[in-house]
């Protein structure tokens, strides 16, 4: 079984950093795609940012500069770092792997860890 688990949420003041992290298991980070994605209340889930089985990133214009996503192959475990943390960040925030091994393409996801930025 594919699973995602995620940890890191919380609670932390304008400006500051957190650090999610998503741990797998029945599937290898390093092989696979990955994404974050957040989903504000009455909004729609967007993708903030992404890393390819290559290791390229990409992110979102309103996170460019203050998130980044290390990875930790031996772990399994890939993180969120968050820095300079806006109010306007606070989301549900969810780990996303693709797996392309098949066809179609199979999508898994983390439960979800709730950031909320306020002073």
């Known amino acids: 079984q594919v699973q995602l688990v995620e940890s890191g949420g919380g609670l932390v003041q304008p400006g500051g950093s957190l650090r999610l992290s998503c741990a797998a298991s029945?599937?290898?980070?390093?092989?696979?795609?990955m994404a974050w994605y957040r989903q504000a209340p009455g909004k729609q889930r967007e993708q903030v940012a992404s890393?390819?089985?290559?290791?390229?990133?990409n992110y979102a214009d309103s996170v460019k500069g203050r998130f980044i996503i290390p990875r930790d192959n031996a772990k399994n475990t890939v993180y969120l770092q968050m820095n300079s943390l806006k109010p306007e960040d606070t989301a549900v925030y969810y780990c996303?792997?693709?797996?392309?091994?098949?066809?179609?393409?199979?999508?898994?996801w983390g439960q979800g860890t709730q950031v909320t930025v306020s002073s």
């Open positions: 996303n792997v693709r797996d392309s091994t098949f066809y179609p393409t199979r999508d898994y």
């Open positions: 029945g599937i290898i980070f390093r092989r696979n795609d």
């Open positions: 890393m390819s089985s290559d290791g390229s990133t």
